[in-house]
């Protein structure tokens, strides 16, 4: 067996830059600390900090008066920004600064008068956030399909923005439906899509063309991780998304494949190292590092915990 180990994989800036700030978070304040939503979208970083003392709420009213809260790297609308303030949380504010490149876009766009088309998928924590910056300006645009649905009069002025962690190429093909039908359509002047999905996405659709199967790190609701598999899919690949060694099903291989093992953007090095090692014992398997691009981005903590460092 061959192992492609892809490189970039793994943490990004903006998931090392949260999980830092709830690690110092609880250094500096002591069990517990509210966290609003998973931290990240990772079955074993959420229960690593559960361990420590981090308690993980969708609703602001399980967290008590006067509690540290830190908000997840997905981000959150202002409505709850609000809600924990009425409740004199001492809120850390964990949000990537590439979701909030977005939010502050929607805030712009919606002042400016303009129909907010939201490329992203219905549901998930970075969506929700960002629709509620202008909830009255903003539709929800989920496929190609759905663009033929809009209905809206001739001279409604349109911008798009999208999900950070989407697919490049369904994020491609839902814009040009769009600008077909809309040739008026604007759009921000740097991309949303972030580094660190199209680094990821890069490395898998030149290095699955190698591989017989693919196995991808991360949890089932990672948005990114998800699309690290279908990606995989679409080179005829076979591929699976797992949070670990343990649910590797030896039947998957025979042992003289070529495996491409990769890691979505919130999932951590030491499930890649034990995934690895397992192929190793078993299948004899050869390591071979595959450096796609180099990353080198790194975000600073909130500015509340930067003060605690001194």
């Given at each position: 067996?061959?192992?492609?180990?892809?490189?970039?994989?793994?943490?990004?800036?903006?998931?090392?830059?949260?999980?830092?700030?709830?690690?110092?978070?609880?250094?500096?304040?002591?069990?517990?600390?509210?966290?609003?939503?998973?931290?990240?979208?990772?079955?074993?970083?959420?229960?690593?900090?559960?361990?420590?003392g981090a308690l993980f709420v969708d609703d602001l009213s399980e967290v008590p008066p006067g509690s540290n809260l830190l908000f997840s790297a997905h981000g959150v609308s202002p409505e709850i920004r609000a809600v924990a303030k009425e409740r004199k949380l001492?809120?850390?504010?964990?949000?990537?600064?590439?979701?909030?490149?977005?939010?502050?876009?929607?805030?712009?766009?919606?002042?400016?008068?303009?129909?907010?088309?939201?490329?992203?998928?219905?549901?998930?924590?970075?969506?929700?956030?960002?629709?509620?910056?202008?909830?009255?300006?903003?539709?929800?645009?989920?496929?190609?399909?759905?663009?033929?649905?809009?209905?809206?009069?001739?001279?409604?002025?349109?911008?798009?923005?999208?999900?950070?962690?989407?697919?490049?190429?369904?994020?491609?093909?839902?814009?040009?439906?769009?600008?077909?039908?809309?040739?008026?359509?604007?759009?921000?002047?740097?991309?949303?899509?972030?580094?660190?999905?199209?680094?990821?996405?890069?490395?898998?659709?030149?290095?699955?063309?190698?591989?017989?199967?693919?196995?991808?790190?991360?949890?089932?609701?990672?948005?990114?991780?998800?699309?690290?598999?279908?990606?995989?899919?679409?080179?005829?690949?076979?591929?699976?998304?797992?949070?670990?060694?343990?649910?590797?099903?030896?039947?998957?291989?025979t042992g003289d494949e070529t495996v491409l093992v990769t890691a979505g953007a919130s999932a951590p090095e030491t499930v890649v190292e034990e995934c690895v090692d397992w192929l190793k014992e078993r299948f004899e398997a050869d390591v071979q590092l595959c450096?796609?691009?180099?990353?080198?981005?790194?975000?600073?903590?909130?500015?509340?915990?930067?003060?605690?460092?001194?």
């Open positions: 067996m061959k192992i492609l180990l892809a490189s970039p994989r793994g943490f990004c800036a903006g998931v090392n830059m949260a999980i830092e700030s709830l690690d110092l978070a609880l250094q500096q304040f002591g069990p517990p600390v509210y966290v609003y939503h998973e931290i990240v979208h990772n079955k074993y970083v959420v229960q690593t900090f559960r361990d420590k001492n809120a850390i504010d964990a949000t990537c600064p590439l979701v909030t490149k977005v939010h502050l876009e929607a805030i712009k766009y919606a002042r400016e008068g303009y129909t907010i088309l939201l490329i992203g998928h219905e549901g998930h924590d970075e969506v929700i956030g960002t629709m509620g910056e202008a909830p009255e300006s903003m539709v929800l645009v989920e496929t190609e399909e759905d663009v033929g649905k809009l209905d809206l009069p001739s001279d409604t002025k349109l911008a798009y923005l999208t999900q950070t962690t989407l697919s490049v190429d369904d994020a491609n093909r839902i814009i040009a439906r769009l600008r077909d039908r809309f040739p008026n359509l604007i759009n921000p002047p740097k991309e949303d899509i972030c580094y660190a999905t199209q680094n990821r996405q890069e490395a898998v659709r030149k290095l699955s063309v190698e591989a017989d199967v693919c196995l991808v790190l991360g949890s089932q609701n990672s948005s990114n991780s998800q699309r690290l598999k279908e990606l995989a899919e679409d080179s005829s690949v076979r591929s699976y998304l797992i949070d670990g060694a343990s649910e590797i099903v030896p039947e998957w291989f450096m796609v691009r180099e990353e080198s981005v790194h975000f600073p903590l909130p500015k509340v915990l930067r003060q605690l460092q001194g």
